[in-house]
C-alpha cells in the first residue's frame, strides 16, 4: 500500500478534505403557525403550546421558549422531533415581518 509518510499524509488530507465537503449540516425547517389567544385578555400558556403542536404533528416536543415582544405578545419557539427523527423548529403565534418596496 502506501508506506511512504508523505504519500500517507497527503492520503489523509485528500480523504477528510472530501468527507468535509459531504457531510455539511443540514439546516432544521422552520414552520410558521398563527395562533390566536382562546381567552383574549389572557395570554397563551406553554401547555396551550405543546396541544397545538400535538395535534398538527406526530413526536416529541423538546423545548418550548417564549419569545414575546410588544408586537408579538403571544410569540413561542418550539424544537420538536418527529417520530421519523426529523428535527423542526416551529413558530407559533409570531407576525411575519414582510418588508414591502414601493417602486417611485
Same mark, same amino acid.
Do not use: W
Given at each position: 500500500?502506501?508506506?511512504?509518510?508523505?504519500?500517507?499524509?497527503?492520503? %489523509?488530507?485528500?480523504?477528510?478534505?472530501?468527507? %468535509?465537503?459531504?457531510?455539511?449540516?443540514?439546516?432544521?425547517?422552520?414552520?410558521?403557525?398563527?395562533?390566536?389567544?382562546?381567552?383574549?385578555?389572557?395570554?397563551?400558556?406553554?401547555?396551550?403550546?405543546?396541544?397545538?403542536?400535538?395535534?398538527?404533528?406526530?413526536?416529541?416536543?423538546?423545548?418550548?421558549?417564549?419569545?414575546?415582544?410588544?408586537?408579538?405578545?403571544?410569540?413561542?419557539?418550539?424544537?420538536?422531533?418527529?417520530?421519523?427523527?426529523?428535527?423542526?423548529?416551529?413558530?407559533?403565534? %409570531?407576525?411575519?415581518?414582510?418588508?414591502?418596496?414601493?417602486?417611485?
Amino acid at each position: 500500500m502506501l508506506t511512504h509518510p508523505l504519500l500517507q499524509s497527503l492520503f %489523509c488530507i485528500i480523504i477528510l478534505s472530501f468527507s %468535509c465537503v459531504v457531510s455539511q449540516p443540514v439546516q432544521a425547517e422552520i414552520i410558521n403557525i398563527p395562533l390566536k389567544r382562546s381567552v383574549p385578555t389572557q395570554p397563551i400558556t406553554r401547555l396551550e403550546v405543546i396541544a397545538m403542536v400535538k395535534s398538527i404533528l406526530n413526536g416529541r416536543v423538546l423545548s418550548v421558549k417564549k419569545q414575546s415582544s410588544y408586537t408579538n405578545p403571544d410569540c413561542h419557539h418550539v424544537k420538536f422531533l418527529e417520530d421519523q427523527g426529523e428535527f423542526q423548529m416551529i413558530k407559533l403565534g %409570531c407576525y411575519l415581518e414582510n418588508i414591502v418596496q414601493t417602486h417611485r
